[in-house]
């Protein structure tokens, strides 16, 4: 049997195989046939809610400003987003999903929404003192990063 830290060590390296070049990691494959990236995908799901600026999505994904810019260049090529200058303050750009974009955008986040169930389906096999251990030793091990 593998110690704990060994589990962790091989549960984390999957992770990362999985996270290569995204910045989210969700269980099971997408059901869009767009060929858009996972990053792409959550720009959509972001803009499903409100019109956000490029600084605002960047912030909202932890990446930089410039990753965001390449991404709806894409998005817009497709048809997927429009801009719109503000109506306060013409220096401001505002994004917003188009109607073809809508699709895609609700399907990543029921992707969202299955990967949670996955969890909590999995949490439910322990009782609620092993979830409390659980979750204590998760808050210890974000803690080191």
């Known amino acids: 049997m593998q110690s704990v830290s060994q589990q962790v060590d091989m549960l984390f390296t ?19 046939d767009a ?18 600026t490029n600084a605002k999505l960047a912030e909202k994904l932890n990446i930089s400003p410039a990753a965001v810019t ?29 109607e073809t ?10 992707h969202h929404q299955a990967t949670l169930a996955t969890y909590d389906q999995i949490a439910d096999a322990f009782s609620e ?8 030793f998760l808050e210890k091990l974000e803690k080191e990063f």
């Open 70 to 98: 390449k991404a709806l260049k894409k998005l817009q090529q497709l048809h997927l987003t429009h801009s719109e200058k503000s109506s306060s303050d013409d220096r401001i750009v505002l994004w917003s999903l188009s």
């Open 14 to 32: 999957k992770i990362m195989q999985l996270a290569e070049n995204k910045q989210e990691v969700l269980l099971g494959k997408c059901e869009s």
């Open 129 to 136: 003192e092993e979830q409390r251990t659980i979750v204590k």
């Open 101 to 110: 974009g809508q699709p895609i955008a609700q399907e990543h986040g029921h």
């Open 35 to 52: 060929g858009l990236t996972n990053t792409q995908e959550h720009i959509l799901m972001l803009l499903l809610h409100e019109k956000l």
